[in-house]
């Protein structure tokens, strides 16, 4: 059984600080790992995407993963209240189904 | 270009009915895929399609769930006599190679 592993939070930051999101998955053959941002009541939006261990950046976004440790993670820095969101974790293990197992999300809160 | 377009944003259904919950994928997108996701739930797998093809159908329910994605025309996810834990956000995402989707405005199922 695959799991994605989040924080359901909520998180609260204040505006202007670094949010930092965690996720940890069990399927060591796990290949891609994407980040999504989802307002409440909308649909999933596609914020990040990494496939290599280390840093990737973005702008404001920072996705890291450590395959060993079986952890990924995304930075927000310098938050503002509209990155108040849910964020979605999903892995990818490309064994030809490419399906997504997305865990159950971060609430981010940016306090004004 | 347009995004991946779902049809109907809302349905109501009466216990019993059938749901039938419409796709068409982005321009050039070829790979189609249906989550389910249930309130404060994650987003589910359930199918991944490709022309006329189903790859992957692993997240399915055995019984009353169908989809489709013909020749022509948009991919169909059909729900047969439904009951009220059918109730759900149904999103369908595409891509041109198996990567990262870009996912649907979502169709808000609810059976009464």
Known sequence: QKEVEQNSGPLSVPEGAIASLNCTYSDRGSQSFFWYRQYSGKSPELIMFIYSNGDKEDGRFTAQLNKASQYVSLLIRDSQPSDSATYLCAVQTGAGSYQLTFGKGTKLSVIP | ?112
């Open chain 2, 1 to 112: 270009n347009a995004g991946v377009m779902q049809n109907p944003r809302h349905l109501v259904r009466r216990r019993g009915q059938e749901a039938r919950l419409r796709c068409s994928p982005m321009k050039g997108h070829s790979h189609v895929y249906w989550y389910r996701q249930l309130p404060e739930e994650g987003l589910k797998f359930m199918v991944y399609l490709q022309k006329e093809n189903i790859i992957d159908e692993s997240g399915m329910p055995k019984e009353r769930f169908s989809a489709e994605f013909p020749k022509e025309g948009p991919s169909i996810l059909r729900i047969q006599q439904v009951v009220r834990g059918d109730s759900a956000a149904y999103f369908c995402a595409s891509s041109p190679d198996g990567g990262g989707y870009t996912f649907g405005s979502g169709t808000r199922l609810t059976v009464v």
